[in-house]
């Protein structure tokens, strides 16, 4: 029974911060490497940042470079998004997501196997 909980969202105002944790548990965290995704309303859910299991390797949503930045914490099974200068686009539901098999980057939805439950990011004008 893999389990991800979320955590951080909330309002801000726009060009504020914000930072989103993931706490894994159920299996070895250290074995999957792990994205976010967000989905707004009427759209489908996209990508947004993935990082591999050492936390040595990036990738990011042209959207949100220089902006966001995905790291993570294997001592404490946690990933976390930091999320700087926002944008009333980046408005979402936040998730995070866990890809065990074939543990390496990665950006389309299809290939994460666990989920979280999402958390409410809202940016305003």
């Known amino acids: 029974q893999v389990q991800l909980i979320e955590s951080g969202g909330g309002l801000v105002q726009a060009g504020g911060s914000l930072r989103l944790s993931c706490v894994v548990s159920?299996?070895?965290?250290?074995?999957?490497?792990m994205g976010w995704f967000r989905q707004a309303p009427g759209k489908q859910r996209e990508f947004v940042a993935t990082?591999?299991?050492?936390?040595?390797?990036?990738s990011y949503a042209d959207s949100v470079k220089g902006r966001f930045a995905i790291s993570r914490d294997n001592a404490q099974n946690t990933v976390y998004l930091q999320m700087n200068s926002l944008k009333p686009e980046d408005t979402a539901v936040y998730y995070c997501?866990?890809?065990?098999?074939?543990?390496?980057?990665?950006?389309?939805?299809?290939?994460?196997?666990?989920w979280g439950q999402g958390t409410q990011v809202t940016v305003s004008s």
């Open positions: 997501a866990a890809k065990f098999r074939f543990p390496v980057l990665a950006v389309v939805v299809n290939q994460y196997d666990y």
């Open positions: 159920g299996r070895t965290f250290s074995d999957a490497s």
């Open positions: 990082i591999n299991r050492s936390g040595g390797s990036t």
